[in-house]
């Protein structure tokens, strides 16, 4: 109805109601509004018009008229089934047959979308991508291929209207596996501390993207100072060995103020030997993991640290990945690059 047609009324002032069944049990049919006055402008038709239909009046002639069979949605417009009926019926229409099941859930995540636009609109959550949700913009950020949730479906969900609420890691098991066998490899250090290895020629060493040996090899040039963990020299402790991957075995001498010194050993890597990653520091690349965890707690309260970033440093090949490259940083987990120019990833899973 055009905006001249109501004069002086303005919304929430009248409304068109449906003459229905004040005692039924079915709350949806008892005088239902079909139609309101709405003032503020329309997205598509802008300020054309000021009367609107409800939701139930228009989905029950649009189904009707674009020859909708069968309806499949959450169980959560049941109730809505015998008004939709009933407005077909007195305009002589065909109905549907419904189907009806529950939405599923992963844990600790928002799937309504009342709840995740209250939650962006305190400004606790970033937008409809952030990593945190379960939408198709946010798995498809972290690094879930389409053919995972495909097979997750399959196997896991079925058409039922009891809520299920499953595990992240079932999702992650299924995508690991689909993922691994593509995914280069480079090396990350987070936490990093500074060793600095005495008696460490220059040295460069080749490298393989992936353990199978399928994707090639990348070249690393180490010298005498080397980022990696703090918290494997820690746990090595004075005296104690590592193995730094394919370059050399590592006695740490001291771990004192910030500062690692230690010396190469000769020979090839011991029996359980701790093997861990490292960047050269010469040719380090400051590099930022987001890190999303659940953004509600068990109790239902919002998680203030649901999304962590961790810092430390990357070997210089992530400065040739694009933005939405997947690559495994060994003994860390499957990340995404997530700009284009800056250094910034998303964890996706271990």
Sequence with gaps: MGRDALGEVRGGEVSLRLVGDMRSSNTTLRDPVIMRVVDYPHPLKGDRYRVWPTYDFAVSIEDAVCGVTHVLRTSEFMLRNELQDLIRSYL??????????????????PVARREIRALIERGVIKGWDDPRLATVASIRRRGIVPEALREFVMRYVALTQSRKVYSWELLYAINRRLIDRDTPRMFFVDGPVKLTLLNLEPVEVEVP????????????????????????????????????????NVRVLRL???????????????????????????????????MPGPTFKPDGSFNEESLRTVEGYAEQGVLGLKKGDRVQFERFGYCVKDSEADPVFVFTHR
């Design 209 to 248: 993207l992936h353990p199978e040996g399928h994707m090639g090899f990348r070249k690393l040039r180490a010298s005498r100072e080397v980022y990696v963990r703090r918290q494997d020299v820690a746990e090595a402790g004075a005296g104690g060995r590592l193995r730094l991957k394919h370059l050399a």
């Design 92 to 109: 002589g229409l065909p109905n549907p047959t419904y189907v009806e099941y529950e939405r599923f859930e992963f844990e600790g995540t």
């Design 256 to 290: 004192e103020d910030g500062i690692a010194v230690g010396e190469v050993l000769p020979g090839p890597p011991e029996p359980g030997m701790r093997v861990v990653q490292w960047v050269p520091v010469e040719s380090a690349v400051p590099t930022r993991v987001l």
